[in-house]
């Protein structure tokens, strides 16, 4: 019995020759007015010599030359009936692929896109691969961008800003390695941003960074995606966990692209981002040392805003309250006044 290695090895090389052997077997159809479609290369010889094959060869030539003679309806009906009659044949997925173009034409996206998945999932080795995906990412970008489908080619519908959204997320899922792939997720961040959908665009954002490190894209996502993030935030008294995850990626946006002509906006949110958290702590402090006259949980958070911007404006207000601490502690009774700085005692009054 070989070994796991060889095993391992073998497979391997099975599927070299399956990869290199692949393009042998596409047959790539080519038109021409005169004689009509020509399988090249492959192995469609048998199929088209065939009375299946020139039965499908006469169709797909009549719906070339209605197609070309501005019969879109009649070029649809007759690539249909191709794609009804031989599905599995060579001509099934130029029928999809262009029966998918008229419907584009005629801005019916749905049918459109419905078409050219057919393509994806029932014909893996089509060789016109990129231009389906091409067609897919274009047809999301019509829609999200607010251009009304047409209902049976004529009647206007509604803006379908969603639908495009979802066709970005597919064309992810069908071709993540692909050109497509990067800037599906970014348009599709950009459209859930548009929406109002931060949690969908801060997602999108996450996985091109992930996904996509070494895109020329990737580092606009970093800035993007802190922004998002920093966006949460309503304000020093509230939870400053999305702040945090800014600073993060503003800092990496830094340090990964330090030569990027948007390095001041990277900075500039950093800096913000570090203020917001220092502010955060100051809240803090100032709720112990006013309202509960706690100093020294008023000192921990005074320090620790110190600690995250010292070279801020925050910083130096919380030094000065951490003097009148000290001040306090050390037995000084004029500090007490300007320690408190709180609201006054209750007094009841007497008539």
Known sequence: MPSASRRIGFIITLLAVWVFALPNLRAVLVWEPKTGWR???????????????RSAKALMDKARRAEDAGGKGSAISLYKKVIKKYPASVYAAEALRRSAALYENKRMFSKAHTNLQRIIAEHPAYPKFNEILGAQFRIAEKLTNGVRPLYFGLIPG???????????EILVVNAPYSEYGPLALMNAARGYTKDGDRDAAIDALDRMINNYPDSFLTSDAYLKLAGAQASITQGPPYDQ????????YFQ???ILYPGEADIRIANKGYDDSRVMLAESKMTMGDFYYKKRSNYKAAKIFYNEAITLYPESATADRARKYLARIEQLESGNPDAKGALRNGPRSKRFWVF
Request: charged fraction near 25%.
């Open 241 to 248: 966990a999305s702040t945090q995850l800014a600073l993060t």
């Open 39 to 53: 399988a090249e290369g492959g192995l469609a010889s048998s199929f088209m010599d065939s009375a299946d094959g």
């Open 252 to 254: 990496d946006y830094t």
């Open 158 to 168: 509604f803006r379908q800003r969603e639908k495009g959204l979802e066709y970005y």
